[in-house]
Every structure is written in C-alpha cells, then in structure tokens.
C-alpha cells in the first residue's frame, strides 16, 4: 500500500498541510515532524540554500517503495525526507531521466538526505523505499549549496549529506530520533567518561536562550554530549551536557541546560567499545527573563521556614561564591521593617546549596553578600545586618546538573543582640577536657569581649576553662556560619590580659583559670559555630620526662606499662585522638652524632616504640610527630619494634606505648650505641 501527493507551497503552508495530512488519529506525531521540518529548513536557508519545487507527502509499508518525479534544471539541489512515527528506516535514491542512480542515501535512520549536481534539466526520479518500519513521509527540496562539478562549497555544504559525523552531522530538531552507533566513526570522547566507541553525530540550531533537555534511551551503555560551534573539539563542549548513566541507569543518558543561540552537535556515544540501538529526544523550551522571574518571586515570611525544590526551575542567576553557584535557582522576596540582624539558611540533601542576597534582584552587582557553608552539614547559611527594606533572596546550588527539594528559613534578631547562655564574665560556660567538639550560636548574643585582632562591636560568647595542672590548651573552629575568632584571656574583659587572639589556639598554660571568648570578625559576623577543643595535660608529661631512669649502651631492661597512665600520644601509634594506652619512659644522652639501636619486645601485646626529642610538642604543632625523631610501631610483627637512627648531640626520651588503646603488659627494652 502507498499513496503520494503533490503540491506546490511555503515553508508555513507545507507544514501545515503535513499536520492535516495526518490526521487527529496521528496528531501527537504531526507536531514532532513540524519543528523536525522548520529546523531543517532554517538551517538550509542559513547555509544559503532556497526552498524550491512541491513539497510531497504520502504513506508506505515496510518492503514497497514510492516513486516520486522530481522536476531539476540544471543545477545543485539538495531532497530531504522525514519519516513519521513507525518509520525506522527509509532509504532514498535519485535516478536520472533515463533511469540512471545519481545520488544514493545508505544511512539507516527514519530520514533520508540527497544532494546532487546535475547537468541536464529534465523529470528526474526519486525513489522511496521503506526498508523497516511504516508510516508517513514528507519530502522537500533546497537549490544551491554544490557546484556543478559536485564539490562542496564549504563545510556546511559537507553536511548536507548527514552522515552522522563532525563533517556531516544528521541535521535535528525538536522530537524524538532513531539510529544505531556502530555505523559510526570513533573519533570524538566526552569529558564525563572514557569512550572508544563509535558515535552518531546531530546537529542541532537554537534560535534563541533556550532549556534544552536531551536524553537517550539505548541497548547499551551510551555516552551523550554536546559541543557547541566547533564538533570536532573536546574544548568545546558545553559544561553540564555529558552524562554517562542517567540516574544510575546505564541504559539512559540525559543533560539538561540552559543554551544561548547558536549551533550544537549531539554525540550519541558508548561507554568503552559499546555500540548499539538508540531512540534520541530532543526538547526545547522558552527560559524566562530573569526579570520575569523578579517580578513572580514568592515571598519569605520571617521565623518560619518553607520548602522549595529546584527541579523546574531554571540557572537564571550566578553569585560570588559556590563555584559561580551554576545549579538551579528559586527566587524570594524578604522584606524587613527596621535594621536587623538576618539569618537566612537553606538546607537541601539533595544537592549542594549555595545562598545569596541581592538588594536589586535583577542586578548581579547589588549583591550583599553569598555563603555556601554554614553551622551544619548540607546547610548554606547567609549572615548580616541588613537596613531596613526590600531584598531578593537566592536559593541556588552549585551543581549545574542536579537539582531537587531544599527548605528555607529566615529569622532576625536586635542589631546589638537580646542574649544568650555565656553573654558575659558572669554566666560563661565551663569548657573541659571532656568536651572535644563544642557547639554555640553567637546571632543572639550581645558584644562584651574583643580582642587585639578584632571583635570590636561583634557578638560574642565566652567559656570559662580551668585548668588544674599546666596544660596545652588548643582549639580549632569548623564549620560556621559567620566567620569567628577565638580570644584567650586570663582576666575576663581585660584585654592586657589577653593571651591569644586569632581563628585558632594553641597554647601552653600554667594551673588556673582563663577566659576563652568565641567573637565575630565583625559586626555583620555571627551566627552557629563548632569547634574542636583539647587540653593535655602537660605537666604530667614533663614529671614523667623528670623522673625518667637512664639507659646505658648495652643495657636491658625488663619492666611492665601496666598502671603506668597515658601521657603521650605516638605518631605510629593509630589515630591520635583514639590513643589510650599507658606509656612507660627512658632518658638518653648523647654527646655528640651517634648512630643507636632500641629494640622493644612485647610478648603479650602490641607494643609502640618512640624516640622523642623533646618531652612536649611545640606550640603550633599538628601532630606528635613534630616531638619525635622516630616512632615504629611493628619490626618484625606486631610483638617487636626496632629504632635504628642516628641522633644529633643531646637528651632523648625513649617512649614504651601501646597501639591505641588497652595494649600494655611486660616488655623487654635493647638499647645499643652503634660505632
């Protein structure tokens, strides 16, 4: 069965007439070849082509063919037939007046590209058959592009025979498309994984900002991305369109972004070798101005918090920080009556949420200020005092590719803040060794402490820390909201008694009490804080150096850890916050550059052998390591430790520990002076 029928018309009343031919039986499909036609003729007119001669339509089963006259001067002309919906592979083929082939197409997809250059005006023929599939067809025919030798003009005119390659990409637009990779070359790869497989090459024009969403189905591990302007460069591609597994599924690949006008080439690509069967969709969809979306932002109510989600919306806005904040934003409105501390936190574990304030919402150079960390985790918190007004409110991300739901809360406080538990000297909390990541919030909190490298006029809390023996008090900030400093005092709200000021802290400290306030940088500094905190006992280690018994060369002794107490944390030991096990000590003396051996054996349980060279770690050090000239931990086993070193003129300790925690017992300790 076949029917063909002829007409001659505009591009607008071809694609009308295609839609009707249709039918309403087939209507969802007529309005997928529609933007196929316009876009293939936008592009042909781009490249200098004119549409000429009837635009033909009709039907066709797999196996028959439609013979179609085709009325050429002398002259280049370039025949484009799209397959509707069943069509999966239509071949075409130009015969001349005396039925001689003059151009054949060999691709295997649901359209069929011609270019010739004839020499002799006359009726030729175009044969259409349906080698898979059935269903509608429509052909249409452009002038120009070839001289009349047959070359190319240019490279666009290469690409008129669609081959699906760099040189001649299969041109696409809007709707869904068939093919099969391992007719393809292997000569491109995306960024997002490796491939040496075959790819199939669309070329795809975009007339204006668009949201191009495209993804394949496939019958094997697929690859898609897309450059835009130049296909033949990896430098190219267009950030956030390559994607190998589409929400982990192998069989499905998709990219959705933002694009601006120009041209863009679609790689349906395999993982590795895999080749294969895949269907490729295609949508295009207006993207409203950032204007627009000022003018429809939902309003942020103050003390209450609402949820949001990202996934339909659009990357309209970038900011300061978040890696240029390329993921998906939501725009509000806040509106504040009086001058104010303001807090607003998004929070999404979805993805990566960046947060941001404009006093102009349109206006990228109004912004005030842009957080992407905060207090807590999967949180972005931002933090100011803010006059009173209206300002727009950015809850965006820094993924490009992954969107999803996010809540939203934004809360205010009196600009010199209302109080809170450890305002002052009087009611500071009382930091211990017992409290190793302490948690506070400074956005309610009033200003009474600063200290030389700043604080003035910022909200502060301050903890009490007493101390019972001489202790390394340190102290280390993570995550926050506003950026703190910690200021050590001895006397509370003295500052000529102040000891330390800066974003961490390390100090040796005598017995007694001190003041450890957690200030803002600045006025417009505050907010949840977290910080790690330690007290070693140092006075504890510099008695065990004191009272340690010298080894003599060729000395052995036998001895046991067992209720000798923890004192010193070894940097072969395991991890150092999870070290408890009791450590016995030796002194030794050199006078001058000598090469020593130390042998440890621990029958019963796994013993840690340390050379240190001074009995407490410097202020400032990170590790133990910076106390140690060697540490081993297993020689020959975990039974058996061994120091071979040289030592530089002076006094050592020798360190018997165990690994972690709960090794100690009855040890054996070699010491030797190598000449």
Not at 79 to 96: F, I, N, P, S, W
Not at 434 to 456: M, S
Request: glycine share 10%.
């Amino acid at each position: 069965m076949e029917t063909t029928r002829r007409r001659r018309f505009g591009l607008a009343a071809a694609v009308s007439l295609f839609a009707a031919a249709l039918g309403a039986c087939a209507s969802s499909r007529a309005t997928e070849i529609d933007p196929r036609f316009v876009a293939v003729h936008n592009t042909l007119t781009s490249m200098g082509l004119a549409q000429v001669g009837p635009v033909q339509q009709g039907t066709l089963v797999e196996g028959r063919e439609a013979r179609l006259p085709i009325e050429l001067g002398a002259q280049c002309a370039t025949l484009v037939t799209m397959g509707g919906e069943g069509v999966r592979d239509l071949d075409a083929q130009l015969l001349d007046p005396r039925g001689n082939p003059v151009a054949k197409d060999a691709s295997h997809e649901a359209q069929a590209v011609l270019r010739a250059c004839v020499e002799t005006a006359g009726t030729y023929t175009l044969v259409l058959k349906m080698a898979s599939g059935s269903g509608e067809f429509l052909t249409a025919m452009w002038s120009g592009g070839v001289n009349a030798g047959g070359s190319a003009t240019g490279p666009n005119a290469a690409a008129l025979a669609g081959n699906g390659t760099c040189e001649a990409p299969i041109v696409i637009g809007p709707g869904e498309f068939t093919g099969n990779t391992s007719r393809g070359e292997s000569q491109n790869e995306g960024s997002c994984t490796q491939s040496r497989s075959k790819e199939i090459v669309y070329r795809l024009e975009v007339p204006a900002q668009k949201r191009l969403v495209v993804e394949t189905e496939t019958s094997f591990d697929g690859v898609l991305y897309m450059r835009k302007e130049e296909c033949d460069s990896a430098d190219a591609e267009v950030e956030g369109a390559c994607n190998d597994d589409a929400e982990n599924n192998a069989r499905a690949s998709k990219f959705d972004v933002i694009v601006d006008p120009g041209t863009y080439f679609i790689f349906v690509d395999g993982y590795d070798n895999n080749t294969g069967n895949f269907k490729l969709h295609v949508t295009m969809s207006d993207v409203p101005s950032i204007a627009d979306a000022c003018r429809n932002a939902r309003s942020l109510p103050l003390g209450s918090t609402i949820n949001g989600s990202t996934t339909s919306a659009f990357d309209l806005a970038h900011a300061s920080c978040g890696e240029d904040s390329k993921g998906k934003d939501t725009i509000y409105h806040l509106d504040l009556g009086q001058r104010s501390r303001v807090r607003i936190v998004e929070h999404s574990s979805d993805f990566t949420p960046v947060v941001y304030v404009r006093r102009t919402c349109s206006d990228d150079q109004t912004e005030i200020s842009c957080r992407d960390t905060s207090g807590a985790d999967e949180e972005a918190a931002f933090v100011g005092v803010m006059d009173p007004g209206s300002y727009a409110v950015f809850a965006d991300s820094r993924d490009h590719d992954v969107d999803g739901r996010f809540t939203l809360a934004a809360e205010t406080a009196p600009e010199t803040g209302s109080g809170v538990q450890g305002d002052g000297c009087a009611d500071a909390e009382i930091l211990n060794k017992t409290d190793p990541n302490v948690a506070g919030d400074t956005f309610f909190a009033k200003d009474d402490i600063a200290g030389r490298c700043g604080g003035q006029g910022a909200a502060d809390v301050v903890y009490r820390v007493d101390l019972p023996h001489k202790s390394r008090v340190s102290a280390t900030m993570g995550q926050q909201d506003g950026e703190h400093l910690f200021v050590l005092q001895k006397t509370c709200g003295d500052r000529a008694s102040e000891l330390s000021c800066g974003n961490s802290l390390d100090k040796v400290l005598p017995a007694g009490t001190y003041y450890l306030a957690v200030d803002g940088t600045s006025v417009d500094n505050f907010g949840k804080y977290n910080f790690d905190f330690e007290l070693k006992d140092v006075g504890a280690m510099e008695n065990a150096c004191k009272a340690a018994p010298p080894l003599a060369d060729g000395q052995t002794v036998n001895a046991s850890t067992t209720g000798q107490g923890h004192k010193f944390t070894t940097s072969c030991g395991g991890s150092e916050p999870s070290q408890a096990s009791p450590d016995r000590e030796y002194k030794i003396t050199v006078a001058a550059r000598t090469h020593v051996r130390v042998a440890l054996s621990t029958p019963t349980w796994d013993g840690v052998l340390v050379i240190r060279k001074t009995c407490v770690e410097p202020e400032g050090s990170t590790s133990a390591r910076s106390a140690e000239a060697a540490c081993n931990n297993d020689s020959q086993d975990s039974h058996h430790s061994v120091i071979d070193t040289s030592l530089e003129a002076g006094t050592y300790y020798v360190i018997v520990s165990g690994h972690m925690t709960g090794n100690e017992g009855p040890f054996t300790l070699d010491y030797h002076v190598l000449k």
